[in-house]
Nanobody, 114 residues
Framework: QVQLVESGGGLVQAGGSLRLSCAAS????????MNWYRQAPGKQRDLVAL???????NYADSVKGRFTISRDYAKNTVYLQMNSLKAEDTAVYYC????????WGQGTQVTVSS
């Protein structure tokens, strides 16, 4: 059973930066793709960024140019660097990993004050 633990969320002013981490209990080499999702209150959970086993990345249009997904195999960790944060980025951010099957973390709250 794989466990994913997110960290790095918090309260930040608009224009600021945060780096989220997703630490896996096992090697991330085995995952086909790892994703970051987010869910704002009253809204659906949306894909923010992904990174494939081959290193390809993709981003939601709303975060392109501001967010960067990366990984560190030695630490079994995937990161989401978030710059130029906006109030609309406020959400719970979830890490997701697909072998298959699919695993989810517990989420970390990001709040951006305007």
């Amino acid at each position: 059973q794989v466990q994913l633990v997110e960290s790095g969320g918090g309260l930040v002013q608009a224009g600021g930066s945060l780096r989220l981490s997703c630490a896996a209990s096992g090697s991330i080499l085995s995952f086909n793709v790892m994703n970051w999702y987010r869910q704002a209150p009253g809204k659906q959970r949306d894909l923010v960024a992904l990174i494939t086993s081959g290193g390809l990345t993709n981003y939601a249009d709303s975060v392109k140019g501001r967010f960067t997904i990366s990984r560190d195999y030695a630490k079994n960790t995937v990161y989401l660097q978030m710059n130029s944060l906006k109030a609309e980025d406020t959400a719970v951010y979830y890490c997701n990993a697909v072998l298959p099957p699919t695993y989810w973390g517990q989420g970390t709250q990001v709040t951006v004050s305007s």
